[in-house]
C-alpha cells in the first residue's frame, strides 16, 4: 500500500492481462460511452493507459511474487494513481513435504520483500508505504505422518513499514498463546486478519 499524491482508490491485482481493448471496443466507446456500462468501460481503458508503460524493476526474484512486486515499485516509482496493491504467493497448503516446499516459499517471500524495501526506500518511497503479509488460513503446529502440516485455527500477519505507520495499525501486540483441542495444541487466535485489513484499507484510504 503506498499513499502517494493521489487520492483515487483503485485495486489492481496484476497479473491480470491488459491488452484486450482493441480498436472495436475504442470505436464503441466513442458512440456509447455516455451508457453505464460504457462509463465503466471507459474507466477501465483509462486503467490501461496508465499501466501501459509500466516494466518490472530490475533485480527481483524471478519468480511470480518478485515478478508482481517488481511491477508494483515500478507503479510506485513512476506514481501512478493507485493507493492500495494486492500481490500473492501461493503453496502454503503443505500436507506433505512441508520442510522442502517452505524453505523455497521463505526464500521467495524474504526476498521479494527485501528488494522491494531497499528499492523504495532508494527513491524515498518507504516512509509512505505500508506491507500489510497474511495468510488466509493457519496451519498445525505439530507435523503430519507426511512431514507436513494440516489446516490450523490460526496463523501469522506482519506489518512492515517506517515505525510511524507500523505503530499507528498495530498498537496492539498480543502474545503467542496456545489452546488445547483433541488432546493437540493449537495456536489460539487472537486478532482477525481480516479486522486489521479493514482497519488498513479504511484508514488508508480515508486519510
Known amino acids: 500500500m503506498n499513499q502517494g499524491r493521489y487520492r483515487q482508490g483503485f ?43 509500466v516494466r518490472p524493476h530490475p533485480g527481483f526474484p524471478a519468480t511470480a511474487l518478485g515478478y508482481q512486486l517488481a511491477q508494483v515499485t515500478s507503479m510506485i516509482h513512476a506514481d501512478k494513481p493507485f493507493r492500495v496493491f494486492y500481490t500473492a504467493q501461493g503453496g ?29 526506500k532508494a527513491s524515498g518511497h518507504w516512509k509512505e508505504t505500508l506491507i500489510f503479509v497474511y495468510s488466509e488460513f493457519g496451519r498445525t503446529i505439530d507435523e503430519n505422518t507426511n512431514l507436513g502440516t494440516d489446516h490450523g485455527t490460526a496463523g501469522l500477519c506482519l506489518l512492515l513499514g517506517d515505525n510511524h505507520l507500523v505503530k ?40
Open 11 to 53: 485495486i489492481w491485482q496484476n497479473n491480470e492481462w491488459l491488452d484486450w481493448y482493441s480498436k472495436d471496443i475504442q470505436h464503441w466507446l466513442s458512440h456509447y460511452g455516455n451508457s453505464p456500462l460504457g462509463a465503466n468501460l471507459l474507466r477501465q481503458y483509462t486503467l490501461v493507459q496508465w499501466l501501459s508503460d
Open 92 to 120: 502454503y497448503d503443505t500436507h506433505l513435504g512441508a520442510p522442502q516446499r517452505l524453505a523455497f516459499l521463505y526464500e521467495d517471500l524474504g526476498s521479494s520483500l527485501a528488494t522491494c524495501i531497499a528499492a523504495l
Open 168 to 207: 499507528k495499525y498495530m498498537a496492539h501486540r498480543p502474545e503467542v498463546r496456545f489452546v488445547k483441542l483433541r488432546n493437540e495444541l493449537y495456536l489460539d487466535y487472537q486478532i482477525d486478519f481480516r479486522a486489521l485489513y479493514q482497519s488498513i484499507e479504511s484508514g488508508w484510504l480515508l486519510s
